[in-house]
């Protein structure tokens, strides 16, 4: 697992020994198969997960229990998805949201 | 999957878990609900999956839950995982999300065991990608075993801050600082309830030996402990990268990634106020607390909760709370006699009323200090709509003192956390300017779906015949 | 010490009523059992239409969409409101139909308001709309506006003007005097006043039957779906559809109002509402047949309130005839907001002796006697 840019680190052998990959953003993943979305991404790298849908400021997990949802990012083509309440599995594509901020002002009369 | 259920439990938390057990084996039809993908919730989240390492670490509070996930593996009832309820009726229906698909599913008892969360306490800077609750950074560990590596901060008041800090100076994570910001004076009012704590001298002691650990641990690693901290501000341009307090009249400045926040815990009620149970304000949590009885039953006749989600009482209380529950919806259902009822509720009771002894004392002294939601005006309260605590203080200059007026005009509380994390902070804006007592301020109505749901999973949702009314 | 008039119920109607007799001079004081606001009137889809009205009160919405855009002057805020196109989708041939027909009709009124539009202008003006759709009937001057937010600058400006809304104030007793009417409110005080105005809308049923005019007015809860913001989708027109119900409503801010006539069951003595999940599936199923790609979309939350509403659809407005200085302004049955700012002029009108600036024949309170029909 690339963990450069992540401020975590695994703390010993990861939690399961099985691996899957998933695809984020382009990247493929190897990541301890049944951790969460969130973990998974957030020991990665420390970028943000989504731009807020009202202002476009980025944003990343804050509760990591599902109240928040400052964690929203697309999985297999489904949007706002909690990635702190998903389970990655094999095959995998999980994409950062920002599809809902790109409001255009021909919307505005 | 029924269709109908003697019981539906939604949460497969300590409360859940020994709710759900306990009907199940005297041959009650069960289904237990949960939108974690394995059974435990917050507390025991991820109890099948940890490490040996990670269990010494997390220590047996944590691995108390064993047994009673065992237990519950084993209890002849459905349980369904990543199930995400977003609504309920006092007719006894749910309507739950799981994989892609929405269904109805109907009992003549609901046990709500939705549990509790982090106090959300806006401050300036807390959006920023970085920072995370205390409660965060440990479900993070449960689940993965990630662990900060990055020079990170703990700045908060009650139990969860010294846990955590307890478990990130064992894992040799590079705290920078722990900052406390419990009010030095709060322990007074705390004292008048030290006698009945004391009856739980062992409890007692295990905090005490808890804060001292995480001093000479913190000691040992120079990591320097702050008391008395104020105006904690997460800076940074588009992730956090340093933190600014005070400490007495000394100003401090740390550079780190993560900051881990915990201001107390609160019940997490969205379900129980959608589904329209009646609450009451508690003047010394600053909050709405479900009316609960000593059986778990609410206002609504087929709706009970049990565990945190009626008052943060710890995991051991929720347990006992989900069996007495149990145990009165059984004799209700008739599988239960009234004399084996009285026989088997009496040790559950004396375990909870054990439990109890030293709760008035915690909930004192942690209970949310006067300034907890001093909210500058440009701080952000409404995270999902970008709302800041100046506009709210705005309307109610105006004269709007009704959360419901204010919610409806400026969008706070519109968004998908649905006002989870911003009703606080605007029902306390609403006081402060107002003056109103927060007894007097309705709480925001929550509408369902108390957790948005695709248009295309309802369009082909089976939800079954209309209800008559 | 008499009032000049007592209106009961501070919803947009009575506001604005109360606004038009206080400019116009008189004392006025406003019971409102709840808040102002508080039910329909804050709480509805916040849709500002002439579009698809009931022929008899067109020439009202016409009127009254010219004052909403007056409203920064008349109560100080401009509501909210905002431009929004609606169009009418047909979805067959047949349904095209109608929609001329619509408009031959209404030409034939002397209105122009509706517009007959062909495919290309459809989805010139709504690019996401399925392809099955053959055309539509807009009107371009539609809007939207914070239902909220209205409510509350009417009553504020109803306040300014020297109103008296007495909030938290329910009317338990009226009795009729030799000048007029004593009321008794759950505040334990009585007031007195000359005229009385009934503008209690989900009420109205019952508040009408204590005056001795029952009306057949029932309550009714309405209810608004919304969504996550969908930046693009509606391209600014907020849709109808003629065959089958469903109206959403472009927000500015990208997220989709959903209504359209959807009720969720209740009960008015508990003051209770459930939402019915299926109506929220029913409306979801339109909604992605009408924009597919709203599949993706979610549904974040609902509202309901309770309105007051009458079978032929039409409002009850005039003086009572079993009841002398009685008035009734009630029964939107869920499309008063855009009509309020005329409603509360003609009002004044008629409360003051003077004849109404268009005609209420339609509107009657005793018309359901004439057709001797038993009321449900």
């Known amino acids: 697992m690339n963990q450069e840019k992540s401020k975590f680190s695994w703390s010993e052998a990861p939690v399961s020994k099985e691996t899957v990959n998933v695809n984020f953003d382009g990247e493929l993943l190897s990541v301890p198969y049944g951790i969460t979305v969130a973990a998974a991404l957030l020991g990665h790298d420390d970028d943000h997960f989504c731009k807020s849908a009202a202002d476009g400021e980025e944003r990343a997990p804050y509760c990591l229990m599902g109240v928040c949802f400052e964690c929203l990012v697309e999985i297999d083509g489904l949007k706002n998805r909690q990635a702190c309440l998903e389970p990655v599995y094999e095959g995998m594509s999980v994409k950062r949201q920002h599809a809902m901020v790109e409001e255009k002002n021909e919307e505005k009369l | 999957m029924k269709k109908n259920y003697d019981a539906i439990i939604i949460g497969a938390g300590p409360a859940g878990l020994a709710c759900g057990t306990e009907l199940a084996v005297r041959g009650l039809e069960v289904a237990v609900l949960d939108e974690q993908a394995g059974p435990g919730g917050q507390i025991y989240r991820n109890i099948t999956g940890t490490s040996p390492a990670q269990r010494k670490i997390l220590g047996a509070d944590y691995t108390d839950g064993l047994d009673l996930v065992d237990s519950f593996n084993s209890a002849p009832l459905d349980y369904l995982p990543q199930s995400r309820v977003w609504q309920a009726a006092e007719n006894g229906d749910i309507f739950f999300s799981r994989n892609g698909a929405s269904q109805k599913l109907n009992a003549p008892n609901l046990v709500l065991c939705t549990g509790a969360m982090e106090r959300p306490v806006p401050f300036p800077g807390w959006t920023l990608p970085g920072v995370m609750t205390c409660g965060g950074m440990s479900n993070l560990y449960k689940d993965s075993g990630l662990v900060p590596k990055e020079p990170l901060l703990i700045a908060g008041s009650g139990p969860f801050v010294w846990l955590v800090a307890e478990h990130l100076l064992a894992l040799d994570a590079p705290i920078t600082a722990i900052l406390d910001t419990t009010p030095l004076a709060q322990v007074f009012p705390a004292m008048k309830e030290v006698p009945g704590a004391v009856k739980r001298l062992d409890f007692m002691m295990k905090g005490v030996r808890l804060i001292a650990d995480v001093h000479l641990s913190a000691r040992k690693k120079n990591v320097p402990i702050y008391r008395n901290v104020k105006e904690v501000q997460a800076q940074g341009q588009k992730k956090l990268e340093r933190v600014s307090a005070r400490a007495g009249s000394k100003q401090l400045s740390f550079e780190v990634s993560t900051l881990l926040v915990s201001e107390g815990i609160i019940p997490n009620t969205s379900l129980l106020r959608q589904v329209g149970c009646a609450h009451t304000w508690n003047p010394v949590q600053r909050f709405w607390h479900p009316d609960v009885c000593a059986e778990g039953q609410t206002s609504l006749s087929s709706v009970y909760i049990a565990g945190d989600g009626g008052f943060v009482h710890g995991a051991k209380s929720a347990e006992y709370k989900g069996r007495i529950t149990a145990l009165h919806i059984a004799k209700e259902m008739r599988r239960l006699s009234k004399a084996e009822y009285d026989e088997q509720v009496v040790p559950v009771r004396t375990q909870l009323d054990r439990e109890l002894f030293p709760r008035p004392f915690i909930d004192r002294l942690y209970a949310p200090r006067k300034d907890l939601f001093s909210l500058a005006n440009e701080t952000i309260i409404c995270r999902c709509e970008g709302i800041t605590a100046g506009r709210v203080r705005e309307l109610v200059y105006d004269g709007l003192t009704d959360h419901n007026e204010i919610k409806a005009i400026i969008r706070c509380g519109m968004g998908p956390c649905q006002g989870r994390m911003c009703g606080s902070a605007v029902l306390e804006l609403i006081s402060e300017v107002s003056g109103l007592d927060p007894a007097k301020i309705r709480q925001h109505r929550l509408r369902p779906p108390i957790k948005p749901v695709s248009l295309q999973e309802l369009a082909n949702a089976k939800l079954g015949e209309l209800d008559e009314n | ?376």
């Open chain 3, 1 to 376: 010490m008499k009032t000049d008039v007592l209106i009961v119920g501070g919803g947009i109607m009575g506001c604005a009523t109360a606004i038009e007799l206080a400019r116009k001079g008189k004392s006025v004081i406003i019971f409102e059992k709840d808040i102002p606001g508080r039910h329909a009137s804050g709480n509805n889809s916040g849709g500002v239409r002439a579009q698809g009205r009931d022929i008899r009160e067109i020439s009202f919405a016409v009127e009254s969409r010219r004052m909403w855009d007056h409203h920064i002057k008349t109560v100080g805020s401009d509501c909210g409101f905002f431009v929004s196109p609606r169009l009418r989708l047909a979805e067959s041939d047949a349904e095209m139909e109608v929609l001329v027909k619509r408009q031959k009709t209404l030409n034939g009124l002397g209105y122009d308001h509706e517009v007959v539009v062909d495919r290309d202008e459809v989805f010139r003006m709504s690019p996401n709309v399925a392809e099955h759709v053959v055309g539509g009937l807009a009107c371009y001057t539609d809007g939207l506006a914070n239902p909220m937010l209205t409510s509350k600058a009417y009553a504020t400006t109803a306040q300014r003007e020297g109103v008296e809304i007495l909030s938290g104030t329910r009317v338990i007793e009226v009795k009729t005097t030799a000048s007029g009417f004593k009321v008794r409110t759950s505040s334990g005080k009585e007031y007195e006043g000359e005229m009385l105005v009934n503008g209690t809308g989900a009420w109205a049923g019952r508040f009408s039957e204590m005056l001795g005019d029952p009306l057949p007015v029932f309550a009714t809860a309405p209810t608004m779906m919304v969504t996550d913001r969908v930046p693009g989708m509606m391209n600014g027109t907020s849709l109808g559809l003629t065959g089958r119900l469903l109206g959403l409503m472009a927000a500015q801010n990208g997220t989709i109002v959903v209504g359209g006539g959807y009720r969720s069951p209740l009960d008015l003595e508990k003051e209770k509402i459930w939402v019915d999940p299926m109506e929220m599936a029913k409306a979801a199923k339109i909604m992605i047949e009408v924009l597919p790609g709203l599949r993706d979309a979610q549904m974040v939350r609902c509202w309901t309130a309770f309105e007051g509403s009458i079978k032929d659809k039409v409002p009850i407005v005039g003086e009572s005839q079993k009841v002398s200085g009685l008035f009734h302004v009630c029964g939107f049955s869920a499309h008063g907001f855009q009509l309020a700012p005329m409603m509360g002029r003609v009002m004044s009108q008629i409360i003051l002796g003077q004849k109404p600036e268009l005609p209420l024949d339609d509107f009657r309170p005793d018309r359901f006697e004439k057709n001797e029909k038993p009321h449900t």
